[in-house]
């Protein structure tokens, strides 16, 4: 036997901040990097007595990734309480939901190397409260509560990644649709989109499941590659000298690079969930669904690298959550009913690349695609904007230059070099800024040495 | 007669008349307390420097004549499960021993508001868990009618300082029976509403899905003006409702005659003690010459009421009640090592044995393995219970009558030392809670021995009004000899 004849089934549960002003039960602030404990108050410090009131635009925020996702979002969902004590969960208890939660299934669109996308579907996404954090120092371990309370979605993959790229690709692509949302910031750093994974083997073609590690701790897309590859191949090593695995939670090790165990089945906590009795059920009306804003640019990025191809992925992320994100927002732009074509800007990309664009122009043209969904070549023309690449264009405006600066072609001759850019300018100026200046560069180097 | 000794609505009258200063009636009320509460054990601490002030500022706007509710310059008092800023809050738990809330419980807020002065925190079953006040770490209280009795749990501080004449109203909490069954032991009026009538933000949880604020006084009327200042929608409890508070006190002497009394035979069956069922049948007799009439019914399901609230209330504690652990306010035990060492030894010496029993009771009805079979089950009966009071009410019954609890007041040691027994207590209360429905106890009569015996009237939801209509026609019609307790007589 060998490593190829194994199969990783990994499912991946993601904690993802939403990016509300206060908190999900009370209306402290969730700015992060508050001094220690400025930001509670009696419901999020969990003092006896205080409860919970809903913040609907939580609520919002998690319609808004169910209908991107196209989940199915639940009219009634119930809140319920995970029971497990430790010093950062100041109740107790999280608020949570468990069997009802507010959306089900759906997929989240990954793009592919050779430019299609895959849907990878979701078990569910479920709203809960964050705990606050334990800092470990030398004066003792301390605890922060600025963190609690503020509002998360899980949200859970069904175990449909095959390996550790996979894995990697997925959360990418989850990462950047909630980024696109306007839901989450995408900090993994700051721990406002966390990952947890849960890994197993199997022998290939077989069905049935291996037993389930549960890694935690992975806070880069390095570290979740790293940490995947690194517990398949433990896995497989284990099965191949006829051991087993234990069901248990392993912790990420980013300096070692490893896992470790942290606690096995036995030690797992029994959260006894039950339904929350201090909220009544979530209650979301199919208009209040119709009514949330999906900008539709999780679908418009998949459709521009389809057009402009697989290398222009990153380069449609730009445009996508900036120039297009910005319009949206200022409601200058209404993605359900767009006038542009998602092929007219990988037809800017094209202009630009073969330098009829500069990236000033480029974004101009963008901008004006955007707005009128006029063909890119048309407003190019009606803009006057197209870049002058042609040499035998541009070598009568260098003879000019050249010719009216006498003095500054002695300085650049007798050692000067940094004058290059006076030159460029000056003919940047006559061909008013059309001229490509990359081009110019070339011209001036060659006649003047 | 001395003002502080009137009745909460008569006070509030004399008050509105001028012939009555709410500092002067303060400092009887004090002095009474002080003179008085040794014995008693009402209250577990006093605020007089803020009730005097209170009572100052209250002074002024009478003599403006421009006072903020009836319950201007009323004093009144909390049990010590209401956050209020600033001043000791413990549950009667050791647990909370020195906690100081940084802010006010709702109702707390609207009592202010209201202009009433906030006399002290009164003594309780910790956590509210208990019907003798037995359970309170800081020493039970007695029953003003006879000091070698309990006034009942768990709000036993509230329903002592109403009947000693310590303050005229108190505010409780009600989860199983805990207004209305020491209001009944010690001869007063209380009310537990329909469950989100009353916000619970600040008080602290005991079973959020059946606590509930309720008054105390020693009139229908004292009860009806202190439910309409706390009662209403909060922001702050999604669990309390949106339905407007009606002016409880303008209704209060409209004739009942019309309305339909059912009497449930499952609530006048074994363990009632003959001398209760006698003076409950004279109360139901009372609101029959009044007019009502009155019609046998069955709730086939309150029999096991019991057994589905030690699920719930105990589940729902487990959970509630983990916040103490020691790290962010309350007491801490001195512990070595883990993490989990601190907890542990935090809470063993923090809770008391009954809180750690329910503790553990509701721990296991939620674990894994069990939940369906408890504490499902028990959600599912929940319901079947409701379902009876609904066909009632539906089949034209206005209210339910029954006794408050089977007996009078027991002695203390009694039954602290049989759970079971004690848990009996709460046999006709209980089902309320479970049911959500507004109830509330009534005196009905005197043992022979001289205890005071309470009448429960359940009523449909929202409908306060009418059983406080319903309570006032009996307390018209029994017109029940002004006893004061053997203390009072004493002194």
Same mark, same amino acid.
């Given at each position: 036997?060998?490593?190829?004849?194994?199969?990783?089934?990994?499912?991946?549960?993601?904690?993802?901040?939403?990016?509300?002003?206060?908190?999900?039960?009370?209306?402290?602030?969730?700015?992060?990097?508050?001094?220690?404990?400025?930001?509670?108050?009696?419901?999020?410090?969990?003092?006896?007595?205080?409860?919970?009131?809903?913040?609907?635009?939580?609520?919002?925020?998690?319609?808004?990734?169910?209908?991107?996702?196209?989940?199915?979002?639940?009219?009634?969902?119930?809140?319920?309480?995970?029971?497990?004590?430790?010093?950062?969960?100041?109740?107790?208890?999280?608020?949570?939901?468990?069997?009802?939660?507010?959306?089900?299934?759906?997929?989240?669109?990954?793009?592919?190397?050779?430019?299609?996308?895959?849907?990878?579907?979701?078990?569910?996404?479920?709203?809960?409260?964050?705990?606050?954090?334990?800092?470990?120092?030398?004066?003792?371990?301390?605890?922060?509560?600025?963190?609690?309370?503020?509002?998360?979605?899980?949200?859970?993959?069904?175990?449909?990644?095959?390996?550790?790229?996979?894995?990697?690709?997925?959360?990418?692509?989850?990462?950047?649709?909630?980024?696109?949302?306007?839901?989450?910031?995408?900090?993994?750093?700051?721990?406002?989109?966390?990952?947890?994974?849960?890994?197993?083997?199997?022998?290939?073609?077989?069905?049935?499941?291996?037993?389930?590690?549960?890694?935690?701790?992975?806070?880069?897309?390095?570290?979740?590659?790293?940490?995947?590859?690194?517990?398949?191949?433990?896995?497989?090593?284990?099965?191949?000298?006829?051991?087993?695995?234990?069901?248990?939670?392993?912790?990420?090790?980013?300096?070692?690079?490893?896992?470790?165990?942290?606690?096995?089945?036995?030690?797992?906590?029994?959260?006894?969930?039950?339904?929350?009795?201090?909220?009544?059920?979530?209650?979301?009306?199919?208009?209040?669904?119709?009514?949330?804003?999906?900008?539709?640019?999780?679908?418009?990025?998949?459709?521009?690298?389809?057009?402009?191809?697989?290398?222009?992925?990153?380069?449609?992320?730009?445009?996508?959550?900036?120039?297009?994100?910005?319009?949206?927002?200022?409601?200058?732009?209404?993605?359900?009913?767009?006038?542009?074509?998602?092929?007219?800007?990988?037809?800017?990309?094209?202009?630009?690349?073969?330098?009829?664009?500069?990236?000033?122009?480029?974004?101009?043209?963008?901008?004006?695609?955007?707005?009128?969904?006029?063909?890119?070549?048309?407003?190019?023309?009606?803009?006057?904007?197209?870049?002058?690449?042609?040499?035998?264009?541009?070598?009568?405006?260098?003879?000019?230059?050249?010719?009216?600066?006498?003095?500054?072609?002695?300085?650049?001759?007798?050692?000067?070099?940094?004058?290059?850019?006076?030159?460029?300018?000056?003919?940047?100026?006559?061909?008013?800024?059309?001229?490509?200046?990359?081009?110019?560069?070339?011209?001036?180097?060659?006649?003047?040495? | 007669?001395?003002?502080?000794?009137?009745?909460?609505?008569?006070?509030?009258?004399?008050?509105?008349?001028?012939?009555?200063?709410?500092?002067?009636?303060?400092?009887?009320?004090?002095?009474?307390?002080?003179?008085?509460?040794?014995?008693?054990?009402?209250?577990?601490?006093?605020?007089?420097?803020?009730?005097?002030?209170?009572?100052?500022?209250?002074?002024?706007?009478?003599?403006?004549?421009?006072?903020?509710?009836?319950?201007?310059?009323?004093?009144?008092?909390?049990?010590?499960?209401?956050?209020?800023?600033?001043?000791?809050?413990?549950?009667?738990?050791?647990?909370?021993?020195?906690?100081?809330?940084?802010?006010?419980?709702?109702?707390?807020?609207?009592?202010?508001?209201?202009?009433?002065?906030?006399?002290?925190?009164?003594?309780?079953?910790?956590?509210?868990?208990?019907?003798?006040?037995?359970? *309170?770490?800081?020493?039970?209280?007695?029953?003003?009618? &006879? $000091? #070698?009795?309990?006034? /009942? +749990?768990?709000?036993? =501080?509230?329903?002592?300082?109403?009947?000693?004449?310590?303050?005229?109203?108190?505010?409780?909490?009600?989860?199983?029976?805990?207004?209305?069954?020491?209001?009944?032991?010690?001869?007063?009026?209380?009310?537990?509403?329909?469950?989100?009538?009353?916000?619970?933000?600040?008080?602290?949880?005991?079973?959020?899905?059946?606590?509930?604020?309720?008054?105390?006084?020693?009139?229908?009327?004292?009860?009806?003006?202190?439910?309409?200042?706390?009662?209403?929608?909060?922001?702050?409890?999604?669990?309390? *409702?949106?339905?407007?508070?009606?002016?409880?006190?303008? &209704? $209060? #002497?409209?004739?009942? /005659? +019309?309305?339909?009394? =059912?009497?449930?035979?499952?609530?006048?069956?074994?363990?009632?003690?003959?001398?209760?069922?006698?003076?409950?049948?004279?109360?139901?007799?009372?609101?029959?010459?009044?007019?009502?009439?009155?019609?046998?019914?069955?709730?086939?399901?309150?029999?096991?009421?019991?057994?589905?609230?030690?699920?719930?209330?105990?589940?729902?504690?487990?959970?509630?009640?983990?916040?103490?652990?020691?790290?962010?306010?309350?007491?801490?035990?001195?512990?070595?090592?883990?993490?989990?060492?601190?907890?542990?030894?935090?809470?063993?010496?923090?809770?008391?044995?009954?809180?750690?029993?329910?503790?553990?009771? /509701?721990?296991?009805?939620?674990?894994?393995?069990?939940?369906?079979?408890?504490?499902?089950?028990?959600?599912?009966?929940?319901?079947?219970?409701?379902?009876?009071?609904?066909?009632?009410?539906?089949?034209?019954?206005?209210?339910?009558?029954?006794?408050?609890?089977?007996?009078?007041?027991?002695?203390?040691?009694?039954?602290?030392?049989?759970?079971?027994?004690?848990?009996?207590?709460?046999?006709?209360?209980?089902?309320?809670?479970?049911?959500?429905?507004?109830?509330?106890?009534?005196?009905?009569?005197?043992?022979?021995?001289?205890?005071?015996?309470?009448?429960?009237?359940?009523?449909?939801?929202?409908?306060?009004?009418?059983?406080?209509?319903?309570?006032?026609?009996?307390?018209?019609?029994?017109?029940?000899?002004?006893?004061?307790?053997?203390?009072?007589?004493?002194?």
């Amino acid at each position: 036997m060998s490593i190829h004849d194994w199969e990783p089934v990994i499912g991946l549960e993601v904690h993802a901040q939403l990016l509300t002003r206060s908190k999900i039960f009370c209306s402290c602030s969730t700015a992060f990097g508050a001094p220690p404990n400025s930001l509670v108050c009696p419901v999020c410090l969990g003092l006896p007595g205080a409860l919970p009131a809903l913040n609907r635009s939580a609520v919002e925020m998690a319609i808004k990734a169910g209908k991107a996702f196209g989940s199915a979002i639940a009219e009634r969902s119930i809140w319920a309480r995970k029971n497990y004590f430790y010093p950062d969960l100041p109740k107790g208890y999280q608020i949570s939901q468990y069997e009802l939660p507010i959306c089900k299934g759906g997929a989240v669109p990954v793009p592919q190397p050779d430019g299609s996308v895959r849907k990878v579907p979701l078990t569910r996404i479920h709203l809960e409260e964050d705990a606050g954090k334990n800092v470990h120092g030398a004066a003792g371990s301390q605890v922060d509560l600025n963190r609690s309370g503020v509002p998360l979605v899980e949200i859970v993959g069904e175990p449909e990644l095959r390996s550790a790229e996979e894995a990697s690709e997925y959360l990418k692509a989850l990462r950047l649709s909630l980024m696109y949302l306007g839901i989450n910031d995408g900090n993994l750093e700051e721990g406002s989109f966390r990952c947890d994974a849960n890994v197993s083997v199997r022998r290939k073609g077989t069905q049935k499941f291996g037993t389930r590690v549960e890694l935690k701790n992975i806070n880069s897309f390095r570290f979740v590659r790293q940490a995947i590859e690194h517990e398949i191949e433990r896995q497989i090593a284990a099965y191949e000298r006829g051991e087993k695995v234990v069901q248990e939670t392993r912790l990420f090790d980013n300096e070692k690079g490893e896992t470790r165990p942290m606690r096995t089945k036995e030690e797992a906590n029994d959260y006894r969930y039950f339904p929350e009795p201090d909220l009544p059920p979530l209650v979301v009306s199919r208009e209040w669904v119709a009514k949330v804003q999906v900008p539709r640019l999780v679908e418009l990025h998949a459709r521009i690298v389809e057009a402009a191809g697989p290398e222009a992925a990153r380069r449609a992320a730009n445009v996508v959550t900036g120039e297009v994100a910005r319009l949206v927002n200022e409601g200058a732009l209404d993605l359900s009913s767009p006038r542009f074509q998602p092929a007219q800007i990988a037809e800017v990309f094209r202009l630009q690349d073969a330098g009829t664009l500069s990236s000033t122009a480029a974004k101009d043209v963008l901008a004006e695609v955007l707005r009128t969904g006029k063909p890119p070549a048309q407003i190019v023309q009606e803009k006057g904007l197209s870049q002058v690449s042609d040499e035998s264009a541009l070598e009568a405006v260098v003879d000019a230059v050249i010719a009216r600066s006498s003095a500054e072609v002695e300085k650049y001759k007798s050692g000067k070099k940094n004058l290059l850019g006076f030159f460029v300018g000056q003919a940047m100026k006559d061909l008013k800024g059309k001229g490509n200046p990359g081009v110019l560069n070339t011209l001036f180097k060659k006649r003047l040495e | 007669m001395n003002p502080s000794l009137l009745p909460l609505g008569d006070l509030s009258r004399a008050l509105d008349r001028g012939e009555a200063r709410p500092s002067a009636v303060l400092e009887e009320c004090l002095s009474r307390t002080a003179r008085l509460d040794g014995k008693v054990h009402a209250f577990l601490r006093l605020t007089e420097g803020q009730a005097r002030a209170a009572a100052r500022a209250s002074d002024e706007r009478r003599a403006r004549k421009e006072p903020l509710s009836p319950l201007d310059g009323v004093p009144v008092g909390l049990k010590d499960l209401f956050c209020q800023e600033g001043v000791e809050t413990t549950a009667g738990s050791r647990i909370l021993e020195g906690y100081h809330p940084p802010y006010d419980a709702t109702v707390v807020r609207k009592l202010r508001e209201a202009g009433a002065v906030l006399v002290g925190k009164l003594n309780m079953d910790e956590f509210a868990m208990g019907s003798s006040t037995e359970n *309170s770490a800081y020493g039970p209280t007695r029953n003003p009618w &006879d $000091l #070698e009795r309990t006034p /009942g +749990g768990s709000s036993g =501080g509230s329903a002592a300082a109403v009947a000693a004449r310590f303050v005229p109203g108190t505010l409780g909490t009600d989860t199983g029976g805990s207004i209305r069954q020491p209001a009944a032991l010690v001869g007063c009026v209380g009310m537990k509403p329909t469950y989100g009538r009353v916000s619970r933000y600040g008080v602290v949880a005991f079973a959020s899905s059946l606590d509930q604020v309720g008054p105390f006084a020693q009139d229908v009327r004292g009860v009806a003006l202190l439910l309409r200042a706390i009662a209403g929608r909060d922001p702050n409890d999604q669990t309390s *409702s949106l339905r407007p508070v009606p002016d409880y006190d303008a &209704d $209060l #002497e409209k004739p009942v /005659g +019309g309305l339909t009394i =059912g009497v449930p035979k499952e609530y006048f069956g074994e363990g009632l003690d003959p001398a209760v069922e006698k003076s409950v049948r004279t109360g139901i007799a009372a609101l029959e010459r009044e007019g009502c009439t009155v019609k046998a019914i069955s709730l086939p399901n309150s029999p096991h009421a019991i057994a589905t609230y030690y699920l719930v209330a105990t589940a729902e504690a487990s959970s509630n009640l983990a916040r103490y652990d020691g790290i962010r306010y309350g007491q801490r035990a001195p512990a070595r090592g883990s993490l989990l060492d601190l907890y542990e030894k935090t809470r063993a010496a923090g809770f008391g044995a009954e809180v750690k029993r329910r503790i553990l009771l /509701g721990t296991y009805a939620l674990s894994a393995g069990y939940y369906d079979a408890y504490y499902l089950r028990a959600q599912k009966v929940r319901a079947l219970i409701r379902r009876d009071f609904d066909q009632a009410f539906a089949a034209g019954v206005d209210a339910v009558v029954s006794p408050t609890s089977p007996w009078a007041a027991f002695r203390l040691g009694e039954k602290v030392d049989d759970p079971l027994a004690m848990y009996l207590n709460d046999i006709y209360t209980v089902p309320v809670n479970l049911a959500g429905l507004p109830g509330i106890s009534v005196p009905s009569g005197f043992t022979q021995a001289g205890l005071p015996i309470g009448m429960q009237l359940i009523g449909r939801p929202f409908e306060e009004g009418t059983l406080l209509r319903l309570a006032r026609a009996a307390e018209r019609a029994l017109a029940l000899p002004r006893r004061l307790p053997l203390l009072l007589e004493r002194t």
